[in-house]
């Protein structure tokens, strides 16, 4: 089997920090002309392995919003960007919750009316509060003695 393109791109990335520690520890031990070669050396090395990985990773499908990338050009912190998302996202979260939440309440509200109303109806009302998740019929505001059921 072949390997994917995530895992050549993975080892052609290793491939540049190994080549870029390579060079930091020539640099670190330079010793004049008698080194200078070894560090060209390990530069055209780094130079190859930057254009493989270039031409490898072109083939991973990575798809930025234009947003983000007008952002980044404008000098703006892409953090911020990813941050004001998240804050527009979480807003949307809490209108949703809110309206499920109201809905829910309807629902409820909504039985209740139909069982005062017809009460024949109960286990037809209860078998599709059921069928939503609903464990048991809501209990009814302020009526005492709720047919038989006791206290609330």
Not at 26 to 50: D, F, I, M, N
Not at 77 to 106: C, H, M, W
Request: charged share 30%.
């Amino acid at each position: 089997m072949a390997p994917m393109p995530e895992d050549v791109v993975d080892d052609r990335l290793k491939d540049v920090i190994q080549n870029l520690f390579e060079i930091q520890s020539a640099v670190h031990g330079y010793l004049g002309p008698e080194t200078q070669q070894e560090l060209v050396r390990k530069v055209r090395q780094l130079t190859t392995s930057l254009s493989t990985l270039s031409t490898v990773s072109s083939s991973l499908p990575v798809e930025l919003p234009p947003e983000i990338i007008e952002f980044i050009e404008e000098g703006r912190n892409p953090d911020i960007y990813t941050r004001d998302l998240i804050e527009v996202v979480q807003r949307g979260n809490r209108y949703l919750k809110g309206k499920s939440e109201a809905f829910a309440g309807f629902r409820d509200v909504l039985a209740e009316e139909i069982v005062k109303a017809k009460p024949q109806s109960k286990s037809d009302v209860k078998l599709i509060l059921e069928g939503r998740g609903v464990a048991e019929l809501p209990k009814q505001n302020g009526e005492a003695g709720d047919e038989g059921k006791g206290s609330h």
